[in-house]
């Protein structure tokens, strides 16, 4: 059985989401797990308080790409964490949460 390489993060969508919104977040990637339950995510704020982010079951694609689905988040820029079975990605993916969200445009 050979080593994974450690979790790396590609992309998000959206990047910005309105205040209390809770917008699913879209992480793609590589090394993302076997299963969703491989997987842990946070969000954490300037003034390091951590959000879980939970992992839509029904959106994971092994190793590609999730879906989580964060709390109500007051207005800030979120850093986002991810752990795949204990190795943190090193890549640092912001998410940010606006007060005026009639000016965010979503496509999917």
């Known amino acids: 059985m ?14 910005i989401g309105p205040q209390y919104g809770q917008t699913p977040i879209q992480i ?3 090394s993302l797990g076997k299963k969703p ?7 954490i704020n300037s003034n390091q308080t951590t959000y879980p982010c939970h992992i839509q079951n ?6 590609q790409s ?3 689905q964060p709390p109500s ?3 800030g820029i979120y850093t986002i964490k991810v752990t795949v079975h204990s190795v943190l990605s090193k ?17 999917y």
């Open 73 to 75: 988040l007051p207005i």
């Open 2 to 15: 050979g080593i994974c390489p450690d979790p790396r993060l590609r992309q998000i969508y959206p990047t």
């Open 37 to 43: 339950e491989d997987i842990s995510v946070v969000l």
């Open 58 to 63: 029904q959106s994971y694609v092994t190793a």
């Open 91 to 107: 890549d640092r993916p912001t998410f940010q949460i606006v007060v005026n969200s009639n000016k965010i445009s979503f496509s």
């Open 28 to 30: 793609y990637g590589s």
């Open 66 to 68: 999730f879906i989580c």
